[in-house]
């Protein structure tokens, strides 16, 4: 619900999950809030923040509840946007439900909730007016999704390749550069805050699966048949096998295909050999990295940090903004559909 005055109108929204990501999407709303509001016409107040211990002390401003009880924030009938970045699907589902149901927009990072429920929350958000949207989930700071809807309307896109997992490329990168093991390199990576204290999603693939998952449908569509699957990660990889296949001119990815077959999409999700003088073969560290094949536009490459408080931070406001802005109208892309005459062959 809008609340409006002279200068203005301001709009209520909530951010479900405190952690790393939460906290930076809040303190970027606050730090950029003229930008927004210059952008949108409109004022953005952050109502509450949903935590798992009230107890621990937060940084907010004096207008922001604080509470572990999601009811209490839906209850709020001038709640208008909520940013859910709760840490798995389970948790969110029934959150993002729920907002969706009562016609709150939704923007969110959790690429499990949705690879799993995407297309149910889809048709919910039609149902009920309200906006979903997920550009943080696949690439993190790269607005690859935002790119492939508004700017690559009517060409075919036949062929994806991409880095999306921060974490096992940035150990594969420190593993090569630098002769450290794999323990090494993890251990580095979790104390820097790109791996979890368990990191299997992440170093057996399973991240980058859910992500292609994510990526697939929305380029093809809900419904389209796809044929995936179980990943291969980079566990197990040593130094010696990287510098191995540098010396034959070539390189190490933990690498993620998408190609259009017929009707369907296949999925590959694997340590791949790509030349030295593939569009990918340059990323480093937690770089993220998508190359694009497609008719018109021809190859296209997108590259930026797939990981990260800001960059995850910084796709999920510029989703908010779109919220406002009218640049996703519901219904107006058809997730649901197999075909979609804007983007697909």
């Not at 709760?86 to 993002?96: C, S």
């Not at 190609?259 to 999409?265: D, I, L, M, N, R």
């Not at 073969?281 to 021809?298: F, K, P, R, T």
Request: charged share 20%; net charge negative.
């Amino acid at each position: 619900m809008t609340k409006t005055s002279a200068a203005g109108s301001t709009k209520d929204l909530a951010i479900f999950g405190f952690g790393t990501v939460g906290e930076g999407v809040y303190s970027s709303i606050q730090e950029k809030a003229a930008e927004i509001k210059a952008v949108t016409g409109t004022e953005l107040h952050i109502c509450a923040v949903l935590v798992q211990n009230v107890e621990k002390e937060r940084n907010v401003a004096a207008g922001t509840v604080v509470t572990d009880n999601p009811a209490e924030i839906l209850a709020n009938p001038d709640l208008d946007t909520v940013v859910e970045v709760t840490p798995d699907a389970k948790t969110a589902y029934p959150l993002v439900k729920e907002s969706l149901e009562r016609g709150i927009s939704v923007v969110t990072a959790n690429k499990e909730l949705v690879m799993m429920y995407g297309t149910k929350l889809h048709e919910t958000a039609d149902r009920t007016g309200a906006s979903f949207l997920y550009e943080a989930a696949v690439a993190a700071g790269i607005p690859v999704l935002t790119s492939i809807r508004e700017t690559l309307r009517v060409n075919k896109i036949t062929r994806v390749e991409a880095i999306l997992n921060g974490t096992s490329h940035f150990m594969l990168t420190e593993m090569e550069n630098r002769g450290i093991s794999f323990a090494e390199a993890l251990s580095e990576a979790q104390d820097l805050g790109y791996a979890e204290a368990v990191p299997d999603k992440d170093i057996d693939g399973w991240d980058a699966w859910y992500k292609a998952i994510v990526l697939a449908r929305w380029i093809y569509g809900q419904n389209t048949p796809i044929d995936v699957y179980d990943p291969e990660g980079i566990r197990g990889i040593q130094a010696e096998e990287l510098w191995q296949t540098r010396k034959q001119g070539k390189c190490l990815k933990p690498a993620v295909t998408l190609e259009k077959q017929g009707k369907s999409v296949q999925i590959t999700v694997s340590v791949r050999e790509l030349p030295l003088d593939h569009p990918l073969a340059s990323v480093q560290g937690v770089m993220n990295g998508v190359y694009i094949e497609s008719d018109l536009m021809g190859p296209l490459t997108f590259q930026g940090p797939g990981a990260g408080k800001w960059p995850t931070a910084s796709s999920i406001v510029e989703d908010v903004v779109r919220v406002y802005t009218n640049k996703y109208i519901p219904g107006s892309f058809d997730v649901t559909s197999s075909e979609h005459p804007s983007v697909i062959v």
